[in-house]
């Protein structure tokens, strides 16, 4: 039995959602399975997603709280499909709140401001004090009778240092990054997948006496594959270490579960260095945009425009990365702007928050100083 810590990193909300107007946008996304454990380990992965958890409820005094071996998780909300139930099995979309903007429309039902101010004494978190799991359906966990690929992703205590045989697809070194993190155990590992569930596999190279398989090659990804290991779960994370791999006969093999995820408000740009209408600005510089929302970085690409007022000169080259952890936009010149000209960026309309929402066309101009 692993050791429950004295204190949390966070605390996480589980929300049974209420009757609301969502924006009419809807996209389709892929279900994660995962604990409650992972959820506070990796807010920022999970977070604007859906997931599936398995855990157990307990009660103290008028307060609900979902369990499992790591992390202790707020359960607000009426759930009377589950009342009188031990362990659940619940799944919804997990938000990092301080990522969010307290205007966002998918948070009016949850009254998180209140919540905030009554658990941190604050009237909105900073990301990662106040984790959401928006309960769309709960039900009486199922009895797990045998292991699989998504028991022992749901419920990973239960199977720790058994040897288990699972089936599932062959994703390469997380080629789509359907887990957060990897256990760096060697340069073989790779992930497993098969229906909402996924784990890594470690200490023996995916081949055998008919097959090789190559972690960075997508097009292998079609294979799917038998391995037996030992399960292994720490801070967040599952993997087997294998001790056999093959690959799998035809059979019944579980498809991914698709949910239509409901898109949040339009991505605005909320701070830029150099502002808009700077002057003696550093030849030297970067242009740096910050956003309201997490951004899909592609959705970057051929939108971003530059030139001089009042000259035809061409810009130099320039390259920019986008930073999710402060979602951050970075353009970097090749060489120094020239002096006392006038520069304006245009953001096209078009580009993306990670669930899909556009933003509308943004202009930025600042001058430049001496050196």
Not at 90 to 116: C, I, K, M, N, Y
Request: hydrophobic share 45%; charged share 20%.
């Amino acid at each position: 039995m692993r050791r429950r810590p004295t204190m949390m990193p966070a605390l996480l909300a589980l929300a049974w959602l209420a009757a609301s107007a969502p924006p009419a946008v809807a996209q389709a996304t892929l279900q994660k399975a995962a604990t409650v454990e992972a959820l506070v380990a990796f807010p920022g992965f999970f977070h604007d997603e859906p997931v599936v958890v398995r855990a157990a409820i307990a009660f103290d005094g008028d307060t609900t709280w979902l369990e499992d071996s790591e992390a202790r998780v707020l359960w607000a909300g009426e759930a009377a499909e589950v009342l009188g139930e031990t362990v659940v099995e619940t799944s919804g979309t997990f938000w990092d709140v301080g990522r969010l903007e307290a205007g966002d429309p998918r948070l009016a039902p949850h009254q998180l401001a209140q919540l905030s101010q009554t658990l941190l004494g604050k009237p909105w978190p900073a990301p990662g004090e106040l984790l959401l799991l928006a309960a769309e359906r709960s039900v009486p966990a199922p009895p797990q009778i045998a292991p699989s690929l998504r028991a022992i992703a749901l419920d990973p205590d239960r199977y720790v240092g058994h040897s288990v045989s699972v089936t599932g697809r062959f994703r390469g070194r997380n080629l789509y990054a359907d887990l957060p993190l990897a256990p760096a155990q060697g340069l073989s590992d790779f992930v497993l997948q098969a229906g909402d569930a996924a784990l890594w596999v470690t200490g023996r190279e995916p081949r055998g006496d008919d097959f090789t398989l190559h972690v960075d090659f997508r097009p292998d990804t079609s294979r799917w594959l038998d391995v037996t290991g030992r399960v292994r779960y720490a801070g967040g994370l599952v993997w087997l270490e294998a001790s056999r791999i093959g690959l799998a006969r035809a059979a019944a093999r579980p498809e991914p579960v698709v949910i239509e995820r409901t898109q949040g408000p339009a991505p605005e740009v909320i701070f830029s260095a150099p502002v808009q209408g700077d002057i003696d600005v550093e030849r030297a510089t970067r242009i740096r945009l910050q956003f309201s929302r997490d951004m899909d970085a592609a959705s970057f690409e051929n939108r971003i425009h530059l030139a001089y007022l009042g000259t035809d000169s061409p810009m130099p080259a320039f390259t920019f990365e986008y930073r999710g952890g402060n979602r951050v936009l970075e353009v970097r010149f090749a060489e120094p702007l020239p002096a006392f000209t006038t520069v304006r960026l245009e953001l096209a309309a078009g580009f993306a928050a990670a669930d899909g929402a556009l933003g509308e066309a943004w202009q930025l101009s600042f001058s430049l100083g001496a050196s």
